[in-house]
Structures are given as C-alpha cells and as structure tokens.
C-alpha cells in the first residue's frame, strides 16, 4: 500500500510540477497596413501580420507579410521555432518553414525549409545581434519548372530600440550546393531593414524595405505602414 502511495505522488507531481517551457511565457501580435513601392512594378499595398510566443529558453512566431502590385505579388509565409541549445544560454538551434511567391523573380511557388543553430552575440533590453548557420531546401516552381535545390544558409540580424525608436536589419544569405539546373543559380542574398516610430502605447509608424538579390536587375520594395501590436492573455 506504502508503495502504491508513493507511486501515485510521484505520477501526480510529475504531472503538476514546473514547466520550463512556460517560463516567462508572453504572447504577442502585430498587425500592419500601408503602401509599398518597386522600381519595377511601381506602388501597391503592403500587409504585414504577426503572432509571437515567446518563454525563457524557447522562441516561436508565425508570421505573414504581403505586396500587392496591379500585375505582381510577393508573398510570403514563415513558421520559426527555435530553443536554447542544451544548457548553453547564448546558443540556440532553430528550425523554420517559408510559403513564397515572388512573381517579380518568376517564382510562382516556393516551398522552403531551413534549420541550424544561431548565437547570440548581443541580447539585452536593448536589442539583440544574432549569427546563423544552417542547411536550407526548396521544393519550388521556378520558371515553370519543378527544381529542388539545397542551400548552405548564412545569417544575420541586428535590432535596437531607443526609447519611442527602434530599428532592425535581417540579412539571409543562401549558397547553392546541389547542382545548378536551368542554367540559372538560386543562390540569394534576401535582406529585411526597418525604422519604427512609436507613437504610442502599442502604435507605430514603419518604414522600410524588403529585398531579394538574385540576379543584376532584383530591385528594393520599399514600405510605409501603420502598425498595431498587442500582447495576447493566452497560457498555453
């Protein structure tokens, strides 16, 4: 009988006992809307939304961002889990999941996976400064033809804030490995750079850029938007 007890409080504290996962658990959403410009697709509208799970050791966000022009679109949608690798506090693994179309660089439909591990060379309440290095696969349609193709990933992201500013630059560079098919290599560089005004409690004013550097005639999309973020009372 003495065992059974002790049996079933240990099965009952393991069920109730401390989640690391939910330290320090925040959820966070974000929503944006304005006006995007292309050299070679002129003004359209840009979109922008954004939920964001964060913990002391994990880190997941599902996001979505859009141009629309009258003859093009760029689209595309991104899953990012990653968590503190091991015990080590400043090295994290991460693993992400990207929908695309690009109709300005004739990718109709791209598939994109890439995972590896990133370091933290600065985190504070100040910002942080992270380097990535990972493998990356396509599965996509590029000028009307399947092609699947493997990446050695590079990167690198700086944010800052400074009281009602904030600023970000995310640089992805993508090597091709696997053999070049249609005479055209997909090797890439993709940068994301923001300026943020915060106007007030949860509202902004974002300017920015989005570009995709595949070949000699890719150009910058350039955006202006509002933009809206809210924290979520959600505990799971």
């Known amino acids: 009988m003495k065992k059974f007890i002790l049996l079933f409080s240990s099965i009952y504290a393991l069920s109730y006992a401390h989640d690391p996962d ?10 944006r809307f304005g006006s995007v410009y292309s050299e070679s697709s002129n003004i359209g509208y840009s979109s922008y939304g954004r939920l964001k799970r964060t913990t002391a050791y994990t880190f997941r966000d599902i996001r979505f961002f859009g141009h629309f022009f009258k003859n093009d679109s760029e689209i595309r949608l991104r899953h990012k889990y990653s968590r503190r690798f091991l015990t080590i506090d400043h090295i994290y693994s991460y693993s992400t999941l990207i929908y695309e179309k690009n109709t300005i660089l004739n990718v109709d439909l791209r598939y994109h996976l890439n995972q590896g591990l990133g370091y ?5 309440d100040f910002g942080n400064m992270t380097l990535e290095l990972g493998v990356a696969f396509d599965n996509s349609d590029y000028l009307n033809a399947e092609q699947k193709t493997t ?10 804030k400074l009281k009602s500013f904030s600023s970000k630059l995310e640089v992805d ?9 249609l005479h055209s290599s997909l090797s ?10 915060l106007v007030s409690n949860g509202l902004g004013i974002i300017s920015g850029l989005t570009w995709d550097i595949q070949d000699e005639d890719s150009s910058p999309s350039m955006f202006f938007t509002l933009s809206i973020a809210k924290p979520v009372d959600w505990r799971f």
């Open 22 to 31: 939910k330290d320090n658990l925040n959820w966070k959403q974000y929503y």
């Open 120 to 124: 933290f060379l600065r985190k504070n």
């Open 151 to 160: 990446y050695i990933r590079g990167a690198c992201s700086i944010d800052h």
């Open 173 to 181: 560079y993508f090597y091709q490995i696997s053999e070049v098919e």
């Open 188 to 197: 890439r560089f993709q940068i994301v750079g923001e300026f943020e005004w």
